[in-house]
Each structure stands twice: as structure tokens, then as C-alpha cells.
């Protein structure tokens, strides 16, 4: 398990030298989206959800205080 760890490090310090930090990350974040977009409706349900917990204030002092 290490040795596979290690080796997927190097990997994607390869990959960021060879493409330069703002390609790998907008490479990450389109790659991400795509699985958004063709992703079970289970996952975009989840996202959906996520996204008005975390932009609804009143939910998360609810849920500190509880």
C-alpha cells in the first residue's frame, strides 16, 4: 500500500511540473464536473443538498448550537 501511495505521489508531481500548476488544477476541477454531470442522481442530489446547506446560514448556527 505504501509503495502505491508513493508512486501515485510522484505521479502527480510529475504531472503538475510537466503542466504547470494552473492547467493540472483546471484539469482536476473540469475532470470533477464531468463526473458531476454524468453521475448517478444519487451523487447530483447529495451535491444538491450540499450546496443549500452550506449557502443557508440559518442551517449550519442551527446545527452548531443543537
Known amino acids: 500500500m505504501g509503495l502505491i501511495t508513493l508512486l501515485l505521489i510522484v505521479v502527480v508531481i510529475l504531472a503538475v511540473i510537466g503542466l504547470g500548476w ?19 442522481p444519487i451523487v447530483k442530489d447529495f451535491t444538491q443538498q450540499a450546496k443549500e446547506y452550506v449557502n443557508n446560514a440559518q442551517l449550519i448556527v442551527s446545527s452548531l448550537v443543537a
Open 22 to 40: 494552473k492547467t493540472f488544477s483546471v484539469g482536476i476541477i473540469s475532470g470533477f464536473e464531468t463526473i458531476l454531470d454524468v453521475g448517478p
